[in-house]
């Protein structure tokens, strides 16, 4: 699998991450775009013995879109305070079942992560262990309907209601934040049976991806904002009626 480099200078690369890849490893042994894209840099600058790639942030294996990595500790410095900070522009697009009630909105909510079901669950207030969280978003299309109704395994779906695109801004980077406040308002994402969804999409993908991505650069006082279309992937599932 070789990495589709999105962006790259002497200190940053960003990655456009498929859904379905793993960011980093785990304990499944399954490929993972980090070590991808510690090979290309290996390959591409001819680099003996271990490969520096520093972690800024990630995405959910099933999530798809813009990774950065920091290819010098220098260059881990400025992006990582940026991300701690919440100064990172991150934008997000979604597929979701129904439609949210106002065409505009803000989600505020406290999460916590249950460790056991690695699940992100909502609360109603602060209470230990929880993080606040805050989800902007917009209805850019609506009455989406779904090109075929069959789950992952073949088996036909009842679809009552049909889908809209969001576009979604976040601050914070909470455990599966997008995806528990989308399901808390009646809009689960397609595909993300975890958190309500009908079905599984193949592959077990949910449609959301990471969209956008403004920052300022490690050595530069110099914002960069890289950006990528929505999955063509997600025509498969849809034929629009916006």
């Known amino acids: ?30 490929a993972n775009i980090m070590d991808e894209v ?8 001819h680099k003996t013995g271990k490969v520096f790639l520093g972690l800024l942030h990630r995405l959910d294996r099933p999530v798809s879109g813009i990774i950065l ?18 100064t990172v522009e991150k934008i997000y697009h979604a597929l979701v ?16 992560k249950d460790e ?4 992100a669950m909502i609360l109603k207030d602060k209470k230990p262990g929880a993080n606040l969280a805050k989800l902007f ?9 779904l090109s075929r109704s069959e789950s992952e395994d073949g088996d036909e779906v009842k679809l009552h209601r049909p889908y809209s695109l969001l576009k979604i801004q976040i601050k914070t980077g909470k455990f ?24 599984a999409l193949p592959q077990k993908i949910i449609a959301l991806s990471a969209t956008s991505l403004s920052f300022q650069l490690a050595t530069k006082k110099e914002k960069k904002e890289i950006s990528v279309p929505i999955p063509s992937i997600w025509e498969k599932y849809t034929k629009s009626k916006r």
Not at 71 to 76: I, P, V
Request: charged letters at 30%.
């Open 1 to 30: 699998m070789k990495p589709d480099v999105l962006y790259e200078d002497n200190h940053l690369i960003a990655i456009y991450k498929p859904a379905g890849i793993l960011t980093q490893g785990d304990k499944s042994g399954d």
């Open 38 to 45: 510690k090979k290309y840099l290996k390959e591409k600058y």
């Open 69 to 86: 990595f920091a290819k010098t500790s220098k260059g881990a410095s400025r992006p990582s305070e940026q991300f701690r900070n919440q």
């Open 97 to 112: 079942l129904g439609k949210p009630k106002q065409n505009r909105g803000v989600l505020v909510n406290y999460l916590r």
């Open 116 to 119: 056991k079901r690695k699940k």
């Open 137 to 145: 978003y917009e209805v850019v299309a609506s009455n989406i309907e």
């Open 176 to 199: 599966h934040q997008i995806r528990a406040q989308l399901s808390s308002i009646g809009c689960p994402i397609l595909g993300d049976i975890k958190y309500g969804a009908p079905f």
